[in-house]
């Protein structure tokens, strides 16, 4: 079918997906092997300024560049809060948490916002990551859960601990029974865990 550029338009054309992001960095070496590490993910394309990282069908989800001038985050400006990575499955994402602890990784807040279950770090540089899995089978529950009065007055979620769930996983507890959040009543932004600083470069 033909495509007619000059109609009138109502709605611009969503893009078929979200395809990559890319983050500058003065500390590049350690951000491109957390990242590697982080993600199980490997280079397509990498020299000592920039690294172009996939971990599945696409050429790179994570581009890491050097970029000249680049100084340390400071957390408390406006933008990008945290980027987020999906699991298949709860044993999916509580196995990748373990592995991710072998490795020295800890998360810095693991909490069940209602439609998923979702575990936060933050990378070397103070950039926050969220791993998660939905809480509902379909966009159609999340949905309705989203539009619930318990998440309005709860839109943060309740926390939980990690080695709390994979005991409870590995006793046989079904997860889809886990992932159902406790109810706990209002509950604001500002109970969100506030993550320590990373170290400043030396220089800046």
Known sequence: MA?????????????????????????FKEMVEFYKTFLG???????????????DQEHHRIAIGAVPGTTDKVKTSAGLEHIAFAFASLEDLALAYRQRKAQGILPIWSVNHG????????????????????????VEGANAFMASKEFAENPVGVDFDPEDLIKKLQAGHDPRELKKRENIGPRGLDSIPVPPSPTPIKGH
């Open 41 to 55: 993910a490997e280079a397509t394309y990498e020299n000592d300024f920039i690294s172009f990282l996939t971990y």
């Open 115 to 138: 439609p998923t279950t979702s575990i936060y770090y933050q990378d070397p540089d103070g950039n926050q990551i969220e791993t998660q899995v939905d809480n509902f089978d379909t």
């Open 3 to 27: 495509v007619d550029f000059d109609s009138p338009f109502q709605k611009i054309t969503p893009p078929q997906n979200l395809a990559h992001v890319v983050l500058r960095t003065p500390r």
